[in-house]
């Protein structure tokens, strides 16, 4: 990459990540072109030039958001550290993501996931779900997931609350309770921690 595209690449950035804070703290509708220059220490024109109006700049950030939040997953199942730190840790993201994001913002992603061949479901798909069985390898390795359960099984498990949580009202109903659904999500009903008295 050239001395010029770097530049550009750097300034597209900059602006998207202007972008992602105002949204966050604002939600959209509210921020205007000229804040998100300003923040970015761009024109106006620079930002048209680059995202043409604001839906498609709005579409970008989104794409950013999710990239970052798929990027700290697949660290975090690549660090070594004990699984059960890491289940710890994986709901301790979703309760963070879910204070910093802004509903407005949150809405914009949910309507976008209701499509077909969304850019969230792409992405969880092509680079999530691997790293997702990478864990249930590693919980299961290490007896924290009932070696009895197949890998189809878990998987059919986890496809099911990605495809019920495509419904609106459902999604709306995850943002300020995303803290429980984790927990139950990777504990269950009971919590690993209670298994062993249920004999199962």
Request: hydrophobic share 35%.
């Amino acid at each position: 990459m050239d001395g010029f595209k770097r530049r550009s690449e750097k300034k597209k950035l900059d602006i998207i990540q202007a972008s992602f804070l105002l949204f966050m703290e604002y939600g959209i509708q509210k921020v205007s072109i000229s804040e998100i220059a300003k923040k970015a220490h761009v024109s106006q024109v620079t930002i048209y030039n680059y995202f043409e109006n604001k839906h498609n700049l709005i579409y970008e950030t989104y794409k950013f958001y999710i990239d970052n939040e798929v990027s700290d997953f697949i660290k975090l199942v690549k660090e070594d550290i004990p699984f059960p730190e890491k289940i710890k840790k994986l709901i301790l993201q979703s309760r963070q993501a879910s204070a910093q994001i802004h509903e407005e913002f949150y809405q914009y992603m949910i309507q976008d996931y209701s499509k077909e061949h969304n850019y969230l479901e792409l992405s969880y798909t092509e680079q999530v779900l691997p790293y997702f069985d990478e864990l249930i390898h590693e919980g299961k390795k290490n007896g924290f997931i009932d070696k009895q359960l197949s890998n189809q099984v878990i998987m059919m498990y986890i496809q099911m609350f990605a495809e019920y949580t495509k419904k609106e009202e459902v999604s709306m109903a995850l943002l300020p309770n995303s803290e429980e659904f984790s927990k139950v999500f990777f504990y269950g009903l009971f919590g690993y921690k209670d298994t062993n008295k249920l004999n199962l």
